[in-house]
């Protein structure tokens, strides 16, 4: 399985590896240049990575852990799948969560454990841009690729977000100084617009701030709405939201008269009071703008396969995320279905954690029922979600170990290349290994059962 | 005497329960009312894997014990009676078109959801989207009467088509939102972004509460309609004042983003 890159040079124990792909932001650069030095399993210069890319590949070292963990004692990974099989066989209302950090091949395979065992699949979409997914099924999206955006926009609205940050290389590659065919000047041909709750470094490289009170996104969405459709706004709005009329009516022009404009949103949006309906906002206003000019909205996403796997999960069940396959059949319910409302209300009675770590940032609610059931945890790291697991397995890194598809935070899928090889199976060979294994288990309960009805039967 | 359904022990997991509801049990023996489905998680059980059952099918079920786990209860149901004892679990009455169905302490999420008659009452508190339209649906409830005693979640009644939703007491954010037809009346206090992009129909609150800025003040006036409804309420054992009954209410109109055919009414105080 530990391919190593197709597009490699090698010097002595030197190998450069070209067109590697950072996994650790949802803007997945595909333009990395590493350089390996072989034999200290070491990647010793990521060039175009930023801050964050340079922090993944130059930090990266294959910890000497165990194969895997069984209540906290080493064991080998046959153990541990088969532990992990018995449980997940033995559950009533197991769930799968994660999956942003892996890829897509592992994360189909996940749909088709949780479809098998008749379980729910959720992925970290619910805590960051399902609200998003939930407002695309009621008022839809005009979206672009990234790359459509980087040769055409010429007016850029960031909302609720901070790339500067979170995406570093967002502005570079795609929406602010990239040079695109319509837009050779860069920064120039663009008018970059900030609009948040408070100021952060992603400000400076905006032409215009606007900064709106905490909580007051959607009336502002509103309002710009009912502008954009000559619509009546109550003058109370500038009090609510801390902006005035006139800078209101100067955005909505600026949107109308644009020649091809783009709104970015991020979690500032999807995740404050409002959820999904400022989603469903956002997405509206850029649906409204196409009356004048070409208007897109599209989210920001943060984790590096994030969007690879609503859109596995799409289209193995038919919705991206919070999938229930109880009752033979997918079912598809945010706040029903999704993974810390399961915990918080104590429903799921098993969890397989896949390469993500909820015990860090799950409610405590949430997190004290996950120490109640059995867990099963893959990842590369021993995370807090391992430690309270009955079964954490280590697994090699994808994008660095592992090759396979991952998809950009528009939509676009990216093949991963490998520069390292790791001794540790990868998530896919695992899930594999649970999967053959919980369905000779489901073959043999439903033997026994037969006969059992059978015995009874004739008693 | 009714059809008694005790629960033995509370599941260790959701139950999926669409087979309790009167329609499924009628002209059943309590043998076969036993054999019926249920959903334990992803195991098929039966009815009586999880109940004692006693009395007579005569069209009126009585749910007993701590059944805050079931789910689905009285789906699809169109005549008949259910008395639910406790607190029930998420979607009780999910596209109901008669009969009735009375919580005695609070329900979950999705009260009623797309139902189109009937009514279903709840002695207690419910959660998120009462009498609402599913993700992605574009049409929620068409008909029928959900009276909840105590608070209810966010967004109820979106996507409402017709009907009546009355609310004893406080209500989440978003109600009415999408909102096509139907009154909803709070006695309450509302939270935020009431009736954002409904189209018509009518939202009635006891309480002072924010409008968006896409409404506008229409007039102030007294509703004879209002009155049916508010003594209809009192009926049904809502604490019905009667200021409010003679009341004069603000009408404000929207939402402006849609058709602006909608109408929110505050008492004045
Ligand atoms: S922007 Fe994101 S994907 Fe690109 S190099 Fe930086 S962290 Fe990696």
Known sequence: MMRVAEKAKSEGNIK????ATCTFCGCLCDDMVLTVDVDAKKITKAKNACVLGKALFLNYEEEDRPFALIGGKEATTAEAVEEAAQILANARFPIIYGMSDTTCETQRKAVGLMDMLGGTIDSTTSVCHGPTGMALQGVGESTATLGEIKNRADLVIYWGGNPAESLPRHFARYAVTAKGMYTPNRKKDRTIVNIDVRHTKSVPVADIFI????????ELLWALRALVKNRHVDPNIEKKTGVSMKTMKDLVERMKNCRYGVLFFGMGLTMTRGRHFNSAAILSLGSDLNEYTHFIATPMRGHGNVTGADTVVAWQTGYPFGVNFSRGYPKFNPGEFTATDMFVRGDADAGLILASDPGSNFTQAAVDHMKKIPMIVLDPKYTHTAKLARVAFT??????????????????????????????????????????????????KKRSKGANNKRQKAA | MSLRLNLKKKPDVPVEADSICPDKMEGLSLKDISALPLHHGNEQITVGDLFS??????????????????????????????????????????????????????????????????????????GHMVGCAYRGGQVGVTGGEIIIHGNAGNEAGNTMRDGLIAVGGSCGDFTGINMLAGTIIVLGEMGWRTGAAMKRGTIISMQDTEMLP??????????????????????LGLPIEDAWISGCYHRWSGDSIELNRGEVLILDR
Not at chain 1, 16 to 19: A, C, G, K, L, P
Not at chain 1, 211 to 216: E, L, S
Not at chain 2, 88 to 94: A, E, F, N, R
Request: with cysteine; proline share 4%; aromatic share 8%.
């Open chain 2, 53 to 126: 059952i006693t009395g007579k099918v005569n069209g009126e079920i009585c749910l007993e014990g701590d059944t805050s786990r079931f789910k689905m209860v009285g789906a699809s149901m169109s005549k008949g009676r259910l008395l639910i004892k406790g607190s029930i679990g998420q979607h009780v009455g999910v596209a109901m078109s008669g009969g009735e169905i009375i919580v005695g302490k609070n329900a979950d999420n999705w009260v009623g959801p797309e139902m189109s008659g009937g009514r279903i009452t709840v002695k207690g508190n419910a």
């Open chain 2, 214 to 235: 896409t409404f506008t003040y229409a007039c102030s006036y007294r509703p004879d309609f209002l009155r049916l409804y508010l003594r209809h309420l009192r009926k």
């Open chain 1, 395 to 444: 697994t090699a890194h994808y994008g660095i170990n592992v090759p396979g598809t991952a998809y950009r935070s528009d939509g676009v899928p990216i093949e991963l290349r490998t520069c390292l090889d790791s001794k540790y199976p990868s998530d896919e060979e695992v899930i594999t290994a649970i999967y053959r294994r919980v369905e000779q288990l489901l073959i043999a």
């Open chain 1, 211 to 218: 900064q709106v009170k905490p909580g007051a996104d959607f």
């Open chain 1, 16 to 19: 450069i590896v070209e067109d």
